[in-house]
């Protein structure tokens, strides 16, 4: 396996011993990225309960207003193939939707299943438009776009102006369904498009669905509330994991000089964030490069060099993935489990050692 | 009074949930000053950041804050505390009663889910002043909350009950609104988005969500007893009462019972 420190190669073992030295010595280490198979999420966790650490994940920002909103008013979401088979009517929410795999599948096949087989699909969009049949700009912005929806469905607006238009197709659909990204349209946003799907689910069918998620973030979420009953943003400086968003955003965390060492995961390739080479970071990654961190370890990508259990958008839910391509790559896995059986046997630091 | 001094600033987030007069009044020197406050594996213990002297009184004063201070006077029932300088986040959140002054700045989530008391931020508050922590039912409940900077966005997101008064404030302020009161001398833009009960008395304003809808000029008791109410408070903002007001209702997209009066 490949891997560097400090930019020279060098062996696994000693990449290992210099990962858990910079771990060891770090007064709040952090775990970021997470973008990896479940067995090494939970490798993550395992390793971050060891530390102290608190973990944050690749794509927390919209994760983040999905849960945000679900926690206040819950949801009503549909799953891909269930918009594919059923939906007559599709909302997209913004300009990110229009990019989704799933929008082509959408606009290639007619509804197939339920009360609204074998009639056309339509698509309305709000903001952004490509080949909408009912386009509203939006220059308010998302969530209030949305909320001028809600407005209409809930017949505190009336009249035959566009988002009239688009709420009247919305509420005579047999199956609406409503797109969009929730990094792109905000907790607010959120809140108000789950408001609008349950206005229209009070005389039709109607659910959101979310698409454009970054790295292995939906899986990140139900396996961090299986661990420690929180989601993903938890820390275990104090032993126990504590859940807050705010505390625990990596991002924050650097640029306030709390955090003093990030393991960067992302055994799943994700876009590496600008602040990694701010502190000095330990990288475990799948497209390894020797610059990326101050300790790279490359490791195998989860259904390409091995088997995994990763996020299958296309069931939305945790599927097992075989190996595509097979290789003697580590597993980020074993690579975390070796680093915590390393930091566990040289005791990292006690929380009764002075401090100021 | 007794008092905590700075000495130095603390190298990690510290957590005062549980220092407060109340808290100290039983303990001695050395066991407050071994009191762990601390956030990470390493720790920290309330002696080494700040020195302590108590004299068993229901007042408190924090010489010398620091933007990693999280939680100060957080459920506070009772008694005083004065920070001389900044503070982190969630200031006073769950406070029953008492009194709080900041002569600094304010981290975000101040007087998130505070029930009663007074909070007082001399400088500027984060975003979510007021506001509702991640899965709370509701930001401020109860308790009177004076900003005389300028707050961040989603000042007041989804109180519940109490008084909000802010110099200025950014965008989405009083956003989600469940009930209570909010004034301000500006707000940014899309004040009061998604609202469904509550008050909003603002001076100055950006863009106006379309689901609010303008219901005319009122000349209201309601808003004499209002202004009288906020006069203790802040007399520049029970001024605005007294300027000509709009009032636009809203937001449609919910139950549209909360109002935003808005002095010309």
Known sequence: MAAWVKGGATGADTAIEAAAALLAKARAPVIAGLSADVAAIRAAYDLAGRIGASVDTAGSFGTYAELGALSRVGALTTTPAEAVGRADVVLVVGAAPWQASLLERLIDAKPTRGRAAGSERAFLALGANATASLAWPAEGGLPEAVGVLRAYARDHLAGDALPGQIAARLAAAQYGVLLYDPAELGEAGIEMLQGLAMALSETTRCFTLAVGGVGQDRAVVPVSAWLTGQAPRSGFGRRVPEHDPWRFDAARQVAAGEADAVLWLAAVPVARPDWLSAVPSVALVAEAEAQAAEVVISVGQPGRDHGGVLWNEQRAALTFWPASAPSNMPSAATVLGALTERLAAGQAASRSEPAC | ?264
Not at chain 2, 101 to 112: D, E, K, L, N, R
Not at chain 2, 119 to 145: F, H, N, P, Q, R
Not at chain 2, 188 to 206: E, Q
Request: some cysteine; charged content about 20%.
């Open chain 2, 1 to 264: 009074m007794s008092t905590l001094t700075l000495r130095a600033a603390p190298p990690e987030r510290i957590d005062f949930l549980n220092i407060n007069p109340l808290a100290l009044r039983g303990l001695s020197q050395g066991e407050a000053e071994r009191l762990e406050v601390g956030t990470t594996r390493t720790g920290v213990r309330l002696g080494d950041c700040f020195a302590v002297a108590l004299d068993g009184s229901d007042s408190l004063t924090i010489e010398g804050g620091h933007e990693r201070l999280d939680r100060v006077g957080a459920s506070l029932s009772a008694g005083t505390i004065r920070v001389t300088g900044d503070v982190g986040q969630r200031l006073g959140a769950g406070m029953a009663g008492g009194s709080l002054t900041v002569t600094g700045h304010a981290g975000p989530y101040a007087a998130s889910g505070a029930t009663g008391g007074t909070i007082t931020v001399e400088g500027d508050a984060g975003d979510y002043a007021g506001g509702a922590v991640y899965a709370a039912k509701a930001g401020l409940d109860g308790a009177t909350l004076i900003i005389r900077g300028t707050a961040g966005a989603h000042l007041g997101d989804r109180m519940r009950r109490g008084t909000i008064v802010a110099g200025r404030a950014g965008a989405f302020a009083g956003s989600r609104m469940i009930a209570g009161t909010l004034a301000a001398l500006a707000v940014g833009d899309h004040p009061g988005l998604g609202m469904r009960r509550g008050t909003l008395v603002i001076g100055a304003h950006g863009r106006m969500a379309q689901t609010f809808v303008e219901t005319g000029a009122h000349d209201l008791v309601f808003l004499r007893l209002l202004a009288t109410a906020l006069r203790g408070l802040s007399p520049e903002h029970a001024a605005l009462l007294g300027r000509p007001l709009r009032r636009y209702s809203g937001d449609l997209a919910t139950i549209a019972k909360g109002e935003i009066w808005v002095a010309a």
